[in-house]
C-alpha cells in the first residue's frame, strides 16, 4: 500500500506570495495532520482534519489554512509568506479520529527568500 | 516549561551494540500516549513504537523497545543490535489527553541526532 504523498517535494518562494501544499493521505485514513518543522526543532502541529472538518489548530497564525476533500486529501495554505515560514512542511494520517499512530508523508521542503 | 525533553543532542554509538536514547515527558493527564519516530536526511519521519499511559508492559518492535518509568515520566528508547542504518534523528512525541482537537495531536522534543560508527 502507498504511504502518505506529498506535494510538491521543494518549493521556492519570496515574501509576501501564497503557497500551496498537497496531501494524499494512506488509503482508508479519513484524518489528516499537518506539522511544521523548522531546522533544528521537532515537528509542531499546525492543523488536524477529520471527515473534512477541522478538529484542531495549533498555535498559528489566520495565515495559515487549510481544508480536505471528499476523497481525504488535504491542502495547506499559506498566505503573505514570511521568511520565517521557511521549514519543512509534513504531513500526517491516521485511520480515524480516535486512532493513536500517525503516519508521516515525506514533507514539502518551503523556502521563502 | 517543555513537554518533552530530550536531553541529548547527538549521540554515538558502535555498530552492532545498543544505545539508549533519553526522553523524559510533562503531563497532568493520566491518559496519553508516548511515541518515537526517526527521520532520516531526506526529511520523512518513520514511526517506530508506542506506548500508552495505562499499558501495563513496555512496548517492543523487534530491535526498539520502550522503557517506560512512569513515575519517573521518562520514555528511553532502546535500540539494539545498532546498523549503520540507524544513524537518524529520532523523536519522542506525547499526545496528552483525549483524541481529538489540539491535545489528540503530537508534541515532539527537540530530537537525538544518532551516528552508529562502523
Redesign the interface.
Known sequence: DAGVTQSPTHLIKTRGQHVTLRCSPISGHKSV?W?QQVL??????IF?Y?EKEE????NFPDRFSARQFPNYSSELNVNALLLGDSA?Y?C?SKQT??T????????T?LTVL | AQKITQTQPGMFVQEKEAVTLDCTYDTSDPSYGLFWYKQPSSGEMIFLIYQGSYDQQNATEGRYSLNFQKARKSANLVISASQLGDSAMYFCAMREGNYGGSQGNLIFGKGTKLSVKP
Open positions: 495532520s506539522y533544528g526543532q521537532g515537528p509542531q502541529f488536524q477529520y478538529r484542531g489548530r495549533g519543512l509534513l500526517a479520529l480516535y493513536d499512530t500517525q503516519y508521516f508523508g515525506p514533507g521542503r
